[in-house]
C-alpha cells in the first residue's frame, strides 16, 4: 500500500503531535494544522488523501475546514474526531460529507482502520 498522506486538525496540540508521530511510526504521512485557518491554509497549497478533523475549534471551526475541503478537493475522504460531539454532529458532518465520525478517546489501531478504509474508498472513486 501507498503511503497515506493524511493531515490532522485538532487544536489540542499535544493530543495532535502524539498522534501523529504514533501514525508516523506505522507508515503514514500526517501533517499537522492546530486550528481551522491553518488548515484551510496548508489545503490551498496541499493535497490529502484523508483529513482527520476535530469539529469544536476556536475561529474557523471543523464544519467550516469540512466545507472547505469538500468544495476545493471533494475526494479527499475526512474523518471526524470529536471530544464533545453529539447525534445532531455527527448527522450534521456526514450530510456535509464526512467519511466517519468517532469519539475521542479513540483507540489507534481502530482509527488506523478507519483511515485505511477512507483511504480505500477514496482510491476506489477515482478508479
Known sequence: M???KTLLVDDEEDFVRTLSERLEI??????IAFNGE??????DDNHYDVIVLDLRMPGIDGKTVLQH??????????????????????????????????????????????ITNA????????C
Open 2 to 4: 501507498n503511503q497515506i
Open 38 to 43: 491553518k488548515a484551510i491554509k496548508i489545503l
Open 69 to 114: 475541503v469538500k468544495k476545493v478537493c471533494p475526494e479527499t475522504e475526512v474523518i471526524i474526531l470529536s471530544g464533545h460531539g453529539s447525534k445532531k454532529d455527527e448527522k450534521e458532518a456526514r450530510l456535509m460529507g464526512a467519511f466517519e465520525y468517532l469519539q475521542k478517546p479513540v483507540e489507534l489501531d481502530r482509527l488506523i482502520h478507519n
Open 119 to 126: 483511504y480505500e474508498h477514496k482510491t476506489k472513486k477515482n
Open 26 to 31: 506505522r507508515g503514514f504521512v500526517a501533517d
